[in-house]
Nanobody
Framework: VQLQASGGGLVQTGPSLRLSCAAN????????MAWFRQAPGNEREFVAAVGGNAISTLYADSVKGRFIISRDNADKKVYLQMNNLKPEDTAVYYC?????????????????WGQGTLVTVSS
């Protein structure tokens, strides 16, 4: 498994969760990484991305100010700190790797996907 996501669970509105994605990729340092999510009945949507330099970040408007994406290039991991969770954040969250180090919201530019981890936020 090249991308392994974990950390999902069932929480009530308000608490935080941190998702982790362990990457078994030789090119990890040069790959932008992102989190996408897909709620039941909805299309997959972009959540956040971080560049290979671990400095550049990009967020969807719906999570800006609540979620923080980060990466540890030494451990080959990507994290998504999710604060002030809302019921509309309920979805399966996927981590993805891009061929290039610059970030993008476009899902079709990510070539490797993890299996997803379910986050359920109850009201």
């Amino acid at each position: 498994v090249q991308l392994q996501a974990s950390g999902g669970g069932l929480v009530q509105t308000g608490p935080s969760l941190r998702l982790s994605c362990a990457a078994n990729l030789r090119t990890f340092r040069s790959s932008a990484m992102a989190w996408f999510r897909q709620a039941p009945g909805n299309e997959r949507e972009f959540v956040a991305a971080v560049g290979g330099n671990a400095i550049s970040t990009l967020y969807a408007d719906s999570v800006k100010g609540r979620f923080i994406i980060s990466r540890d290039n030494a451990d080959k991991k990507v994290y998504l700190q999710m604060n002030n969770l809302k019921p509309e954040d309920t979805a399966v969250y996927y981590c993805a790797a891009r061929t290039y180090s610059d970030i993008s919201k476009a899902s079709d530019t990510y070539y490797r996907w993890g299996q997803g981890t379910l986050v359920t936020v109850s009201s």
